[in-house]
């Protein structure tokens, strides 16, 4: 009951900490190792779970979300893609690699973060941003810790909008994106059941409150308070990876 009790805190949390600056896994992750799972089970019951803070998030960021269904649409099949794509290259490869390479991502994307406003490569037609996309979808489904910061970077590229509604659009994108990576795990990884019922409530509940928590930041606040949080979680994991 212990157990049950300190997971469904740590979704509550993990859930908010998603969708206002993007870094449920860095919470989530490492309390799933606490409680006793190993790497792997602890990664893809997280991705698991990680389902419910896209549907919170999505239920509470309807005022953001109002008017971006083509968007939304245009983005999330690309997303979709990328999340199976990782689902798949976790379950037939060691995630050594990209345990190494994420720390430098979490940075650049950090870093994209706070760049002058009006610099933009080219939109939501741009082959290169789908490319993008893909690629951070990619990532999702196969590790996924901090990949909301990558998510949120390249859509305030791709999307001329406020902080608030781009980060309402990547609550949903990199949901789906989990959502595939999810089902895959479900059905061929080692998910640990009874951690992802208590872990995925709370995801649910925080997932909805963190909206109203994010549309409360004033104007750039987000950009940069993600690109401190990333840019600390970038050192942190890239010291874990070398250790």
């Known amino acids: 009951m212990l157990?049950?009790?300190?997971?469904?805190?740590?979704?509550?949390?993990?859930?908010?900490?998603?969708?206002?600056?993007?870094?449920?896994?860095?919470?989530?992750?490492?309390?799933?190792l606490a409680f006793g799972l190993s790497p792997l089970a602890a990664n893809v019951t997280n991705t698991v779970s990680l389902v419910f803070?896209?549907?919170?998030?999505?239920?509470?960021?309807?005022?953001?979300?109002?008017?971006?269904?083509g968007a939304v649409l245009r983005l999330?099949?690309?997303?979709?893609?990328?999340?199976?794509?990782?689902?798949?290259?976790?379950?037939?490869?060691?995630?050594r690699t990209f345990e190494?390479?994420?720390?430098?991502?979490?940075?650049?994307?950090?870093?994209?973060?706070?760049?002058?406003?009006?610099?933009?490569?080219?939109?939501?037609?741009?082959?290169?941003a789908r490319v993008a996309l893909f690629a951070v979808a990619i990532y999702v489904g196969y590790f996924g810790a901090a990949g909301g910061i990558l998510m949120f970077a390249v859509l305030t590229a791709i999307l001329d909008q406020a902080p608030a509604r781009v980060n309402a659009v990547k609550n949903v994108v990199s949901g789906l994106a989990n959502l595939v990576a999810a089902v895959a795990f479900a059905l061929f990884g080692p998910v640990v059941w009874w951690a992802v019922a208590p872990?995925?409530?709370?995801?649910?509940i925080g997932g909805w409150l963190g909206p109203s928590i994010a549309r409360r930041l004033p104007g750039r606040s987000l950009r940069y308070l993600a690109a401190a949080c990333g840019l600390a979680v970038a050192v942190t994991l890239g010291v874990d990876a070398l250790t």
């Open 199 to 204: 872990l995925a409530a709370g995801f649910l």
């Open 3 to 32: 157990e049950v009790l300190g997971l469904l805190a740590v979704g509550v949390v993990a859930g908010v900490v998603s969708t206002v600056v993007s870094l449920a896994s860095i919470i989530s992750y490492p309390a799933l």
């Open 53 to 69: 803070t896209g549907l919170g998030a999505a239920a509470g960021s309807r005022p953001e979300l109002k008017g971006q269904g």
């Open 76 to 95: 999330g099949w690309v997303s979709a893609l990328g999340g199976a794509t990782g689902a798949l290259l976790l379950l037939i490869t060691p995630s």
């Open 100 to 128: 190494l390479i994420a720390p430098f991502l979490i940075a650049i994307a950090s870093l994209l973060l706070i760049r002058p406003p009006g610099v933009r490569p080219g939109g939501n037609h741009s082959v290169l």
